[in-house]
Each structure stands twice: as structure tokens, then as C-alpha cells.
């Protein structure tokens, strides 16, 4: 069975097995997503209902082609509906942004694997990072998000800033933002001690500074913590814990790690980086292949080659001599030269 005949029959099946989608609307449409993923979603629309979820087809046809398993593909489709939380019951009207501000949180992206929908969404830029700007909502029974693109930024009347300060603000309060040594959080999960107490460095005043120790950013979610990289005030933080510039490994966009260098230039970190992405990280929670360092003087978080060339040329000074008086008097010379030539033709002919 060919894709476009399965997005029929599986239309059919939803209407026929599950009574109160019958009268649903359902439509297909090209989902681009970011980290360079799309596919192709069957949105429904239920009678009365606030939101329309959209599944993934693709991953349906591929389920059903494997495994011709229809009973699961509907369980899924029932799933979907009987978790989604009602926006009513959490007081939220899609079509007032006072109502919906506070459910606004942030997700890194690197840019150069978000071309696709770059264009067609705000977001703000880091270095090779850029932030997106999501809603998201969640209750007791389940969770979901809607990305902002421009239309919706544009029907709220806020600008990028806007969505960038309230994001902030959100995720500082509801995704507790944490920085801790390497050590405490392996020990916390392959250690079934209850006593181990793993320390956020970023609510002390302890100094890491030339202390070989890694530290791991995340929020206590452990989820789309990376994020915290967007965050001036997390990354001056963390640079008073270093006592200075430090490395960042994007581990992925859930995480990343913060090094002093341990020894490892930026294209040994890369290396090391591009093999654990290839082999232990799924494509779509990959950050970047490139490591960064955070600049305490410039205040920027930037591609870590880059700064390592920058310092290889900071004390070097370039010494031009301007030729430009020469070029002048070799013209003048070649005019009078020329201008002699001639006289000397007059004088000639006289």
C-alpha cells in the first residue's frame, strides 16, 4: 500500500473505530520541524474541541507497513485526544496573549540546522546558537506545545524581545535552572543512595576556577536545558564559578557541558563531540558538533576555533607601509618626463 492510499485508509479507520471522530475534520499537511526533521501530519479537528493535534503519519505508515498492526495506530490516535490537556479547565484563551505569556519558554537550536524554517518564525541569536519561542502546556494528565512563528507573535502585538524577556522570566521559575559537578550527577543516577545531594552551583558562591571538575547545565526537568545557554545572566554566573573563560560542549539540547579545556584545544573537543553525536545521540536531540567558549571580557558565548585563532593573533601587529606618496611622485616623474619629450619634438620642427 502506497503512502497516499494509507493516509485514506487510515482516515477511514479513525471514523470507523472511534465513534467520536467521526464528524471529525482531518487534513494532511508537510510539518517542518526544526534540527532539519519534517514530515507528514494528519491533523483532526473534533467537534468543540480547542485544539487539533496533528500525528505522524510517516511514523503510522511505517508502523503499519512493518507490522500491519491497526489496533495500535488507533490506541495511539485515542491516546492523543484523551491526554490532551483541556485549555478551559487551565483557564487559557489561545487568542489573549495575557492568558497564554506565562506558558511561554525558549529552546535552543544551532542555525545552520533550522534553515527550513528560519524565515518563518522569530527567534533571537547567540553566537551559532539561536533561541525558538514556544507555548507550552501542562497539566496532570499531559502535556503539549505550539511553536510561535510570526504570525502568531505578530496577531499577539509583541516583538522578539518580548517573547525573549517572558521566556526567560518562565523558565527561570518553572524549569529551575541548575548547575552541578559531573561527578554528583552520575552518582545520583547509577547510585541508589538517597543520602547523595547533588549541589546547583548556581544558587553558591563557590569557585570552581583551574579545578579539573566538569559541570553539567541543565534545568531539573532535564529537558531542553540547554536552553540556559541563551541566558546572559547563567552564562556570567557560570564564569564567576570558572573564575574566567570556559568551554562549553553541547552535549545536546538538553544539556551541555562546562570545561575549563582539560587539556583538549577546540578541534580535539570537536572531534570528541562529532563522535559521541554520530553513535549515542539521537538526530534530533543533537545541539552542534562545534564547541564554544564563553569570553568573560566580551561577554559572548562564540565558536571555540574561532576564539583559539582570535588569541593566536591578539598580540600580533601589523606594520603597512603606505606607498601611496611614491605612486604619487612616479606619476608626477613619468608627466614631466613625458612633458619633456614633447618639447624636445617642438624644437626639433622649429
Excluded at 545536546?252 to 553525536?277: D, Q, R, T
Aim: glycine letters at 4%; charged letters at 35%; a negative charge.
Amino acid at each position: 500500500m502506497r503512502k497516499v492510499e494509507f493516509a485514506e485508509f487510515l482516515q477511514d479507520e479513525i471514523r470507523e473505530e472511534i465513534p467520536e471522530l467521526e464528524n471529525a475534520q482531518m487534513w494532511l499537511r508537510y510539518i517542518q520541524k526544526d534540527n532539519d526533521r519534517s514530515y507528514y501530519g494528519l491533523t483532526i479537528k473534533k467537534p468543540g474541541m480547542d485544539i487539533s493535534p496533528t500525528f505522524n503519519m510517516d511514523a503510522m505508515y511505517k508502523e503499519y507497513t512493518e507490522t500491519e498492526d491497526m489496533l495500535t495506530i488507533m490506541d495511539t490516535v485515542r491516546a492523543g485526544f484523551e491526554e490532551l490537556p483541556s485549555l478551559d479547565r487551565m483557564g487559557i484563551d489561545l487568542s489573549d496573549y495575557d492568558s497564554v505569556k506565562n506558558n511561554i519558554t525558549m529552546v535552543i537550536r544551532e542555525k545552520s540546522r533550522c534553515q527550513d524554517i528560519i524565515n518563518d518564525v522569530p527567534y533571537i541569536q547567540k553566537g551559532e546558537f539561536i533561541g525558538l519561542f514556544k507555548m507550552e502546556f501542562i497539566n496532570d494528565e499531559a502535556a503539549m506545545s505550539a511553536t510561535i512563528n510570526n504570525k502568531i507573535m505578530e496577531a499577539y502585538g509583541v516583538n522578539v524581545e518580548q517573547l525573549y524577556e517572558q521566556a526567560k522570566q518562565n523558565d527561570s521559575i518553572n524549569k529551575k535552572p541548575g548547575l552541578y559537578k559531573m561527578e554528583e550527577v552520575m552518582a545520583d543516577i547509577f547510585i541508589d543512595e538517597p543520602d547523595i545531594v547533588k549541589k546547583n552551583l548556581l544558587k553558591s558562591d563557590e569557585v570552581i576556577g583551574s579545578d579539573q571538575t566538569m559541570l553539567v547545565l541543565t534545568n531539573e526537568e532535564k529537558r531542553e536545558g540547554a536552553a540556559l545557554l541563551l541566558d546572559e545572566g547563567i552564562l556570567e554566573k557560570i564564569s564567576k564559578i570558572m573564575d574566567g573563560g570556559y568551554y562549553v560542549i553541547p552535549s545536546s539540547i538538553h544539556e551541555a557541558i562546562i570545561v575549563n579545556g582539560f587539556g583538549m584545544n577546540a578541534s580535539e573537543l570537536n572531534e570528541m563531540i562529532e563522535n559521541v553525536n554520530e553513535f549515542e545521540i539521537e538526530n534530533e536531540d543533537i545541539l552542534s558538533n562545534n564547541s564554544q567558549y564563553y569570553d568573560p571580557e566580551e561577554k559572548v558565548l562564540m565558536d571555540a576555533l574561532k576564539y583559539e585563532m582570535k588569541q593566536k593573533f591578539k598580540d600580533v601587529t601589523y606594520e603597512i607601509e603606505s606607498n601611496s606618496q611614491e605612486k604619487v611622485t612616479s606619476s608626477e616623474k613619468s608627466r614631466e618626463n613625458q612633458y619633456r619629450k614633447e618639447q624636445k619634438k617642438r624644437e626639433m620642427k622649429k
